[in-house]
């Protein structure tokens, strides 16, 4: 459509250029998007993508809306995407495995027709006719008109709008919300749990890890006193996923020293 | 004519000094500010701090910045090339950008044009500031997920959601700035504390900015993502030379973009405390930059202050007071100053608008006392309430049973008074 409004006349020449320089590299960043192997890599060109939209956003003097595109979907949105990423899997990447049968066809279906949809629509509205209204919307400033327009006239959508997001947000925070049956230990009950427990032994905490072996890695055990390995120096999470290393090797050898 | 005008005749080679101008600004400030730190910190401490390398030790950070460049760079074996290259690169890039719309200067004369020190005004250059800061947070979160480790990406993950709680708290507490300049222009802003500095006029709204402004930071004491005890280094841990560098920039002239920022829309930006107004003319104007500077350093202080006096806080703590705190009495707040800026708009009587002020702050001491107080007699229920049956045989303890019903009698006592 730009690429029209240039020919025309209507685009004045640094944003053409602003133009030719950013949009090849957002189509670039949109086919990153399917092709990435990684969510994560998925997730940030999406994040470029959206700085690209509001740069244009900017250029074409909708200044408010370029920016709080940054705010709310790339400092916001995004992020509260890329958490979910982080969280769910370090590593993970897509499965390749299709599930639904057809769903190739129907996706390129779907995809056609929206974006005819789209492209009919917005050129039929802006094809041959140049853009008016720009001025006289940003006459008292781009942020007043759209406050006017906002707290005016589309008021009452306004807040239905903020309605609706306050209930889904409750409703995130209800089926997030589980009851605690018993309160939760805190720090002072470990510690009297600690004292009031049948041994003493790990009164002043788990031993750490590697204390007096050779070396002090997580995945080595302590060695107690007489030398052999503490268990409940390794977190049991390491040993069930058989990350430890064998105790054995750092036992001390003391027949060999006798011997000698 | 105003900033924004004048600024609009700025030609192309005087916008790139100015480019080039700020940029030095904030790399000298930030080699200047770790000196001043480490100063600050020792003769708190009661140490001397580094003073070897050139007069007082100047020279110091320079010194460990070419350290740093010559050391060798490790990009782990689990981490993801091209993210872990990119994030410092996000970090170091866009923490310069916010000092765009911060002006240094009233009107002055650069290269004999007639201009402001400021690269450019914007309709919302406040606004633009935070959108910077929300992009600045992806450098932190990459970093540490790109690490391909432990305790990298719990630092990042702590760091984002500490930015991101503290940078609605900061949102908030800019709202009453912009209701009373009626604008979110910064140079706009500065002119409208001609007369009353905002962290006057809107203290409350200033004193919520300064706290928020150290977590969105990740500053002592709120300097949860890289807490040594628990993290190692938090979301910089992997990175060694440059890299680390540049994330080590990015941390000080962050802070000195807070603190512009915080001095433009609280502190009356460059113009002089009041009484010395006559000296913004001196040096051409250029002595406004002086008082800008002052101001800066003012904040920075605070900043070492806080690093040299308080602990870090706790994780959970320090999420509840941005949440359960900061945020709603800053809501509150922004209630309360926009009724008073329609009562004064509508040039209301003065008793009405004294009658709510006193109403309002009535109401702020009877919710604090019956909230102290019920913490009191809780407080006193807990004491009560503990010892629980032990689950296996255990000696008496002498004079607990009567040190026990001692207290239980006392606190009967208390809550029925």
């Known amino acids: 459509m730009l690429n029209l409004a240039v020919q025309l006349g209507s685009t004045k020449t640094p944003e053409a250029v602003l133009f030719w320089m950013l949009a090849p590299l957002a189509v670039l960043a949109a086919l990153g998007i399917l092709m990435a192997k990684k969510a994560v890599h998925s997730a940030l060109l999406l994040a470029w993508i959206m700085i690209t939209l509001a740069i244009f956003y900017i250029a074409e003097d909708a200044l408010f809306l370029g920016i709080v595109q940054v705010v709310v979907y790339t400092g916001a949105v995004m992020m509260l995407f890329l958490f979910i990423l982080m969280l769910v899997g370090v590593d993970s990447s897509d499965s390749l495995v299709e599930n639904i049968k057809g769903q190739r066809a129907s996706a390129i279906v779907a995809a056609v027709g929206l974006g005819g949809l789209l492209v009919s629509l917005v050129g039929r509205a802006t094809l041959g006719r140049s853009a008016v209204g720009l001025a006289s919307a940003n006459q008292g400033g781009n942020v007043q008109g759209l406050a006017e327009q906002l707290f005016t006239k589309y008021v009452w959508a306004f807040e239905v709008v903020s309605a609706l997001l306050i209930t889904a947000a409750l409703g995130a925070m209800v089926l997030a919300h589980s009851q605690k049956v018993h309160s939760r230990n805190n720090q002072r009950d470990l510690s009297i749990a600690r004292f009031r427990g049948a041994s003493l032994a790990a009164a002043a905490g788990l031993p750490g890890s590697g204390v007096f072996a050779r070396h002090n890695a997580v995945d080595v055990p302590a060695l107690l006193p007489d030398g052999s390995p503490a268990p409940t120096s390794i977190s049991s999470v390491l040993e069930a996923r058989g990350d430890m290393i064998t105790s054995k090797i750092f036992e001390l050898q003391q027949k060999e020293e006798e011997e000698n | ?417």
Request: net charge neutral.
């Open chain 2, 1 to 417: 004519m105003n900033a924004s005008d004048l600024l609009g005749t700025d030609p192309g080679w005087i916008i790139l000094v100015k480019g080039l101008l700020i940029f030095v600004f904030c790399v000298v400030c930030t080699l200047l500010a770790i000196w001043a730190e480490r100063r600050w910190v020792s003769f708190m401490q009661q140490r001397v701090g580094p003073n070897r390398t050139g007069k007082f030790g100047l020279l110091q950070s320079l010194a460990d910045g070419v350290k740093l460049a010559l050391k060798e760079d490790l990009i782990p074996k689990a981490a993801d090339r091209i993210v872990f290259i990119i994030a410092p690169i996000i970090s170091a890039t866009t923490c310069f950008m916010s000092f765009a719309v911060i002006p240094f200067t009233g009107n002055v004369n650069l290269f004999g044009h007639k201009t402001l020190m400021q690269l450019t005004d914007i309709p919302v250059g406040v606004l633009y500031v935070l959108a910077i800061a929300s992009v600045g947070v992806y450098g932190i979160v990459l970093a540490g997920w790109s690490s391909g480790s432990t305790y990298p990406l719990l630092g990042g993950l702590r760091s984002s959601a500490q930015v991101i709680s503290y940078e609605v708290a900061m949102g908030l507490s800019l709202v009453a700035v912009f209701i009373y300049s009626g604008s979110m222009s910064t140079s706009d802003i500065v002119a409208a504390q001609h007369h009353w500095w905002f962290s006057v006029v809107l203290f409350p709204s200033f004193v919520i900015y300064a706290i928020s402004m150290v977590g969105e930071t990740n500053r002592a004491p709120f300097d949860l993502a890289e807490a040594e005890g628990e993290l190692v280094g938090g979301f910089h841990t992997e990175y060694s030379s440059l890299k680390f560098a540049l994330f080590f920039l990015a941390e000080y002239v962050n802070i000195v973009g807070v603190s512009a920022l915080a001095t433009t829309l609280f502190m009356g930006g460059y113009h002089a405390i009041p009484g010395l107004t006559f000296t913004e003319s001196w040096l051409g104007g250029w002595f406004t930059m002086v008082w800008f500077v002052i101001k800066l350093i003012g904040f920075f202080f605070f900043f070492v202050w806080l690093r040299g006096t308080l602990p870090r806080m706790r994780y959970d703590q320090f999420m509840k007071f941005g949440w359960k705190v900061l945020i709603p009495s800053s809501l509150f707040w922004i209630l309360v100053v926009s009724t008073l800026r329609v009562m004064s708009q509508r040039n209301e009587n003065r008793m009405v608008i004294a009658g709510f002020t006193v109403g309002i702050v009535l109401i702020i001491v009877a919710i604090t006392s019956f909230y102290e107080s019920a913490k009191r007699k809780q407080a006193i229920l807990d004491e009560v309430g503990e010892f629980p049956e032990p689950s296996f045989p255990v000696p008496a303890i002498p004079n607990i049973a009567i040190s026990q019903s001692a207290i239980s009698q006392n606190a009967k006592e208390q809550i029925h008074d």
